[in-house]
């Protein structure tokens, strides 16, 4: 069973930075990638970054520059470090991790970590 615990949400004003972790328990077996994604109030959830096994990134057009996402195998671990954070990056961050198998792919989710941008 895959769990995803995220941590490091707050509040920061405008143009400061926050980093925040999602660490994974469990196999890693069919992992393809992991991820951050985003939901504002009243919106859709929308992909921030993604991080693939071969280490290939992708980062939504309204982040790119300013956040970079990275993982550490040995911890099990994804991080998203966020700077020049702007009001419009207040949402509740979630973490993903993606798994294929013969049935499919299937993803993973954390259980969400608010971050607060203030002006």
């Known amino acids: 069973q895959v769990q995803l615990v995220e941590s490091g949400g707050g509040l920061v004003q405008v143009g400061g930075s926050l980093r925040l972790s999602c660490a994974a328990s469990?196999?890693?077996?069919?992992?393809?990638?992991m991820g951050w994604y985003r939901q504002a109030p009243g919106k859709q959830r929308e992909l921030v970054a993604t991080?693939?096994?071969?280490?290939?990134?992708n980062y939504a057009d309204s982040v790119k520059g300013r956040f970079t996402i990275a993982r550490d195998n040995a911890k099990n671990t994804v991080y998203l470090q966020m700077n020049s954070l702007k009001p419009e990056d207040t949402a509740v961050y979630y973490c993903?991790?993606?798994?294929?198998?013969?049935?499919?792919?299937?993803?993973?989710w954390g259980q969400g970590t608010q971050v607060t941008v203030s002006s």
């Open positions: 993903n991790d993606q798994r294929t198998s013969g049935w499919g792919t299937r993803n993973y």
């Open positions: 469990g196999s890693t077996f069919g992992r393809r990638a």
């Open positions: 991080i693939a096994n071969d280490g290939g990134t």
